[in-house]
């Protein structure tokens, strides 16, 4: 069993992932500004940690198989989160990732369209940014998983599709339950397909 970091483990996407690895017996130090909201659970360490202190989130990450991120694009710097990595040794890094710079059609991305809700264009945008931003690092051995358009509560089913840098879609939309984006994120650590690379899930 790996020693994972977690940063962001009381959020949507964080608390379904810190479940799904202390269910398959991960070793999690989980890590939120806030604590007291993160899930009592088997093998994880709960502690506050700050995503703009990169000397405080060093010593937080250091001597762990690999961080996971899942913060808010809008409330966090990529330069500080990958510097924090590269600082506390950890070579295996995962990104909680968006999926508006998923592509479309050829060449447009789902931030693009006019469709695309201008309260969520921000975080897309900076979502974007922090992938191009990790597609030039040599020395982590990242991942950036998208989820589709719509990311909601619902149910573990382990039955998804995976993709890579295009938007994935069936009859009823494009989406993807936060339980199931947990599975092929743990997934991914567990046995690695996508080393410096972006996919994305869907159904």
Known sequence: MATIALIGASGNAGSRILKELADRGHSVTAIARHAERIASLPSVTAVTGDVSDKDGLTDLLRGHDAVISSVHFTDSDPDLLIAAVRASGVKRYLVVGGAGSLEVAPGVTLVSTPEFPAMYKEEATKGGMFLDKLRNVEDLDWTFLSPSAMFVPGRRTGKFRLGKDTLLANDEGSSISF???????VDE????????QRFTIGY
């Open 189 to 196: 650590i567990e046995k690695p397909m996508h080393l410096k």
């Open 179 to 185: 339980e199931d984006y947990a599975v092929a994120l």
